[in-house]
C-alpha cells in the first residue's frame, strides 16, 4: 500500500518562497510508471493541480505556475519536494501530493495534505 506525507511550513509571508516535501512509503519514487504530482486547494475554490515530476526525474508544470514553481526529488529518501517562490495570499492553500500511474495527469494515491497559509 503506497502511502504519501506532506511536511512542510504552516505558515510564509508575502514574497517569501516556500517548499514543501512528501515523503513516500510503500513503493519507489522511481519506479516506472509512476507520477508524482503537487495539486492545492484553496478555500472555497477546486482543486488546482501544480506540477508534478516522473519517475524518470522529468517536471511538469502548471502552465500559471510554471515561472515560480520547482519540483525535484532525493530518491535515496523516496521523497520529492515542491518549491514555489513570490508567493503572496493567493497562494494560501491546502496542499496534497499524490501517484499517477502513468501520466501526470493521472492519480490514484493521495497524501493528507497539509495547510499553508501566506500572511503577513
Known amino acids: 500500500q503506497v502511502q504519501l506525507q506532506e511536511s512542510g511550513p504552516g505558515l510564509v509571508k508575502p514574497s517569501q518562497t516556500f517548499s514543501l516535501t512528501c515523503t513516500v512509503s510503500?513503493?519507489?519514487?522511481?519506479?516506472?510508471?509512476?507520477?508524482w504530482s503537487w495539486a492545492r486547494q484553496p478555500p472555497g475554490k477546486g482543486l488546482e493541480w501544480v506540477g508534478a515530476?516522473?519517475?524518470?526525474?522529468?517536471?511538469y508544470y502548471s502552465p500559471s505556475l510554471k515561472s515560480r514553481t520547482s519540483i525535484s526529488r532525493d530518491t535515496s529518501k523516496n521523497q520529492f519536494t515542491l518549491q514555489l517562490t513570490s508567493v503572496t495570499p493567493e497562494d494560501t492553500a491546502v496542499y496534497y501530493c499524490?501517484?499517477?500511474?502513468?501520466?501526470?495527469?493521472?492519480?490514484?494515491?493521495w497524501g493528507q495534505g497539509t495547510q499553508v497559509t501566506v500572511t503577513s
Open positions: 499524490a501517484r499517477g500511474d502513468g501520466s501526470y495527469y493521472s492519480r490514484d494515491y
Open positions: 510503500g513503493g519507489s519514487i522511481a519506479t516506472n510508471p509512476y507520477f
Open positions: 515530476i516522473s519517475y524518470g526525474g522529468n517536471t
